[in-house]
């Protein structure tokens, strides 16, 4: 453990310190050297990539550079490819160990056997009780796969990110939920738990606007299913609030290809599909409940509504035309009884009332506060809050009250970039104070800054990978250009945030060498710094 | 009283009868000249007004015709005052006896009276308090005025309408609801009588969207106020069903004023108005229920909603910009102590469940049960309907579950058109259902198929008189022009009906001379055949 510890240490270090002395100190000398007194390495301006060589670490070596920056940005190729095969984007990972690795080797195929045997079970007593009363029952053919994608997703969630860059697992799985045919389809946990009730003294929670379900596949892989709710060019009316924001379906599935364009890979595989909601909810539904809220719209569409109320709420309806239904799929986690994860109040949680604030809203000094309170105050955790704020502010998403972690992977564990439909709801507008963690912490991992930093540039630029990546999905366009824009400004937003803390605490203070160990101490980094 | 109301009789007959003369009489003839069989008087090609002259009744003569059709449509004069000048909207009506007004001549100043002296108390006392607790209290200029214009429109409301057609008063009623000074805001009735409550086991009632207010104006005029809450671009999705469509403040001022041109002047005065929701309402209501649901947006604007439920239904918040927000006003009638009515269960209602259907869907014989029962087995009253399902498909208006009548009036009293705000939520598409009691039963007053086809007429299109009347309102425009599209076509829709039903039945079954005694007997009319 200690060995494979040190190894990719150093692997992530070489790495780290040769993109440092391309990103930033050559450009801070040659700044200096035009007398320019700034060094900050924000700026896309005073920020140049080399125009030959790479990251200087084996690993990288196929990694080359085209001609000039004018030429990157148009000579027509794939800059999705291009980032992708960054030196950046292909910092070698040392073979995981069983503590790596969420789920032990045989773990997620004893889970599938059993589940296949409980359904098999199941159908044949259905059958059996069907033939007695002369019902015929529709058959679902269940295959048992051991190469299932979804199987392959759940073994290959690590301590370092869900999935790993190239696994080929990940565009399986995606196409799987794009295309399988869905075999069962109920409500999720959640809106079990509510058991019909609703309790209307919150404010909040729960809304006629939750509406999901569970899909399970024809491969016994899960997916949690969201209903297109409103148009792709519909913004969010400015006077609602975050919190009874819609939930939109492609907000969810733009969110995760930025995840894994931030290489952070902390939000599980969504994909957009056509559903029909008769055929594969409908009609494979065995819940009553869910039977029960499914009505036939004045235009003879198949609609159904949230069980919560649901006799108040039919504005709520979502409806197919007649049956097909626009939706994002989102993979399930592993379940919790074999990766058990805890969920915890974000730091910089809004209020949820309709004038309360809460104190770091109010308070400048509030990150002091958290960086003396446990687990804020040593390890990776802060910088980990911030990378999700930063992720946040890129989707506008202001509804991250809580985050979820792995507790097999302890405190220093990657935060999971769960549920983020509340996200693209308006592109005109950048909300700043999502953004709080990272201004007001002044603080942000190296590794975070330079993707950003790339992502800023013409050849690589935020807007373009993420309108190529979109691209292959199948409800494209997933985000209108609005959207896309949008995402460009508010990177630049980040770079400039990250740019005024170095001004004012300086570099050493604000860009931390992450792949730390925890220090017990407030001040983060000072080890790392030794190290060095 | 019996003089008078053979007087009435004679006029109206002469008035109709020269109108039956030159309408129906003289197309039909020349039809029959030209070797057509077909005697219907609906279409606008085969129905022409004559090139000189007007209808041969004294009190007529004042109405001149232009020369040609073509000339009359283009000359750029005001077809609404044409149209308001034509002989079919001038008939006269007899002095009115105290049978035929709604209040004793000193019954709505008594009660006017009263109201301004409690308030006066009422202020009294609350000044009082303020002064001992130092409080300062905004002191509303209160008129007593005996010329105001509400009082004279409860004067007004006779037997025939609710407003006769010169009356001056409803102009300076429109105005004063559209500028004077509110002192006083509250929940309606309605709202109060819910009491805060909400029974989720109703699919239709009460709903979040069902949010209005009643203000009180400086002269003690009261209006209900309906706040905007969907864009004039903004079509009704058409898997909503009518039951949880939007309330459209646009509609119930359209409404106001097609009633007006169709001369039934059966809906209360309703005008347009940017009602300042902190000015006027919030800082003047004096129920803190109603000051509870106010806050503050995201955007900073002044929002409330509705009292029902409201903890879960900020989704149906509405916001001023920052504080004015458009509504309309809708005068109140005389309070139910001095004029009371009845609320009636309309016989052609529909289901407002999901998939259930009432008998009038299915049963293409339902008329005949009907006109089995009183009190629509005499007099006008389904003649009465009839006119109000041709209003409702107008405006597409699904929502009539009941209807009202001041009991002072008798079965023969005329319906009130109260609540149009659900009408005009989707332009392009005709609902033909709620013609079913006009397209069953093939009835239609005489009065109001003249008046129709007037409108149909290229000098009186329908689209331009309303386009110019609605022109008079300050919130402008009231309804888009797809709208005003839509009254022709469905305008067309109904005489087409008519035409069908004569086609069946003929001319002396469907079209019923009106102002008729009751018969006792279901077939309406002999009675009157006899007379002429």
């Not at 989102?330 to 004038?355: K, V």
């Not at 983020?420 to 104070?433: I, L």
Request: contains cysteine; neutral net charge; charged residues 25%.
């Amino acid at each position: 453990m200690m060995r494979r510890d040190r190894l990719l240490l150093a692997a992530t270090l070489t790495a780290i310190f040769s993109a440092d002395l391309y990103f930033v100190l050559l450009p801070k000398l040659r700044s200096v050297g035009l007398g320019s007194g700034d060094l900050c390495p924000c700026g896309s301006d005073n920020f140049t990539l080399p125009r030959h060589g790479g990251l200087a670490t084996p690993q990288l070596s196929n990694w080359t550079l085209y001609g000039t920056t004018s030429e990157l940005a148009d000579d027509g190729g794939s800059k999705l490819e291009r980032l992708f095969s960054h030196p950046l984007y292909n910092i070698e990972i040392p073979v995981l160990g069983s503590e790596e690795r969420l789920l032990q080797a045989e773990q997620p195929m004893e889970y599938y056997r059993k589940k296949v045997a409980h359904w098999e079970r199941h159908m044949h007593l259905r059958n059996e009780a069907a033939a007695l009363s002369n019902i015929t029952v529709t058959e679902h053919g269940v295959t048992f796969d051991p190469e299932a994608s979804w199987l392959k997703f759940h073994s290959g969630i690590s301590s370092y990110a869900l999935y790993s860059r190239n696994d080929p697992a990940i565009p399986k799985l995606l196409k799987d939920m794009h295309r399988m045919s869905v075999i069962s389809a109920d409500y999720t946990q959640d809106e079990k738990a509510l058991k019909g009730a609703c309790d209307c003294t919150q404010v909040v929670k729960p809304s006629g606007h939750h509406l999901k379900l569970a899909l399970k596949m024809q491969d016994f892989g899960k997916a949690m299913f969201k209903p297109m709710r409103q148009q792709r060019d519909e913004e969010t009316p400015e006077d609602f609030f975050y919190f009874v924001d819609l939930q939109r379906h492609n907000a969810e599935i733009a969110a995760f290809h930025l995840d894994r364009i931030l290489d952070f890979r902390r939000v599980p595989p969504v994909a957009g599909r056509l559903v029909n909601v008769s055929g594969e909810v409908l009609l494979v539904t065995q819940n009553e409940h869910l039977r029960a809220v499914f009505f036939t719209s004045p235009a003879n569409n198949t609609c159904f509504f949230a069980k919560c109320l649901y006799v108040c709420k039919t504005e709520y309806a979502v409806c197919g035309g007649p049956d097909l239904l626009e939706g994002s799929l989102s993979a399930y986690l592993p379940s919790l009884s074999m990766a058990p994860r805890i969920s915890i109040s974000n730091p910089w949680t809004r209020s949820y009332t309709f004038s309360g604030r809460e104190e770091w809203e109010v308070n400048p000094f509030y990150c002091d506060t958290v960086k003396q309170q446990y687990p804020y105050n040593s390890g990776n955790r802060l910088l980990n809050i911030i990378d999700m704020s930063i992720f946040d502010f890129l989707t506008s998403n202001m509804d991250r009250h809580h985050y979820e972690i792995f507790t097999k992977f302890g405190d220093d564990g990657f935060l999971l970039h769960l549920d983020n439909a509340r996200g693209f709801g308006k592109h005109s507008q950048d909300e700043m104070s999502i953004l709080a963690p990272l201004s007001q912490c002044c603080m942000i991992k190296r590794s975070t800054l330079v993707r950003l930093q790339l992502l800023a540039r013409p050849e690589f630029r935020l807007s373009d990978v993420m309108r190529e990546s979109l691209k292959g999905d199948s409800l494209q366009p997933v985000l209108t250009e609005p959207h896309l824009s949008a995402l460009d400004r508010r990177l630049q937003k980040v770079l400039r945030a990250v740019q005024r803390c170095v001004r004012r605490l300086g570099e050493e203070y604000v860009i931390t060498k992450d792949f730390v160990k925890s220090t017990g101490t407030p001040q983060i980094n000072t080890e790392m710094r030794k190290d060095r």
